[in-house]
């Protein structure tokens, strides 16, 4: 169903590619959008739970695209150094494809919410305020990964096997 990596020894393996998820801030998340064009969007995200979870508002291209096909992908970039005397970059990412559903309940809104919050400001008390003042208008959305590749470049992968091996 998925394509395997045609670069395979560039592949990051899963233990690394799920740190990348926990520490990254930013993600480019793509659906398909209007007109079967696909709308690529930035968004800041939490993984919690193996499960990919972020918030958005109740209208709009992002909201409508997803209820029309819940099928996504989110790239991640941890790593993104241009050498400009190698005429190539130094990048380490990850590619997710998954499954996009709009929470619905109470109970799961605020579990997806809490969890992002905490990710980007450490305060309890602060989040479940915010949480509570931004209710109504409040949507989350959970992606259940189907897949998921990371690459690094080729320099990275062989500084990598140098270092393993002395």
Same mark, same amino acid.
């Given at each position: 169903?998925?394509?395997?990596? *045609?670069?395979? $020894?560039?592949? @990051?393996?899963?233990? !690394?590619?799920?740190?990348?998820?926990?520490?990254?801030? /930013? #993600?480019?998340?793509?659906?398909?959008?209007?007109?079967?064009?696909?709308?690529?969007?930035?968004?800041?995200?939490?993984?919690?739970?193996?499960?990919?979870?972020?918030?958005?508002?109740?209208?709009?291209?992002?909201?409508?695209?997803?209820? *029309?096909?819940? $099928?996504?992908? @989110?790239?991640?970039? !941890?790593?993104?150094?241009?050498?400009?005397?190698?005429? /190539? #970059?130094?990048?380490?990412?990850?590619?997710?494809?998954?499954?996009?559903?709009?929470?619905?309940?109470?109970?799961?809104?605020?579990?997806?919410?809490?969890?992002?919050?905490?990710?980007?400001?450490?305060?309890?008390?602060?989040?479940?305020?915010?949480?509570? $003042?931004?209710?109504?208008?409040?949507?989350?959305?959970?992606?259940?990964?189907?897949?998921?590749?990371?690459?690094?470049?080729?320099?990275?992968?062989?500084?990598?096997?140098?270092?393993?091996?002395?």
């Amino acid at each position: 169903m998925f394509r395997e990596m *045609r670069r395979f $020894k560039q592949q @990051l393996p899963e233990t !690394e590619m799920i740190q990348i998820l926990k520490d990254g801030k /930013t #993600a480019v998340l793509g659906v398909s959008g209007d007109d079967g064009y696909p709308y690529t969007v930035p968004i800041n995200y939490v993984y919690a739970d193996g499960k990919i979870y972020f918030h958005q508002a109740k209208s709009g291209h992002k909201y409508d695209s997803m209820k *029309r096909c819940g $099928k996504v992908s @989110l790239c991640v970039i !941890e790593k993104d150094d241009v050498v400009a005397e190698e005429f /190539t #970059a130094y990048y380490r990412s990850v590619i997710v494809f998954g499954r996009a559903r709009i929470l619905e309940s109470d109970e799961e809104i605020f579990h997806a919410a809490q969890v992002l919050s905490l990710k980007y400001y450490n305060d309890q008390d602060a989040v479940e305020k915010e949480i509570q $003042k931004a209710w109504k208008a409040l949507s989350c959305v959970e992606i259940t990964i189907e897949h998921m590749t990371g690459k690094e470049a080729i320099e990275l992968t062989r500084m990598r096997t140098e270092e393993s091996q002395s």
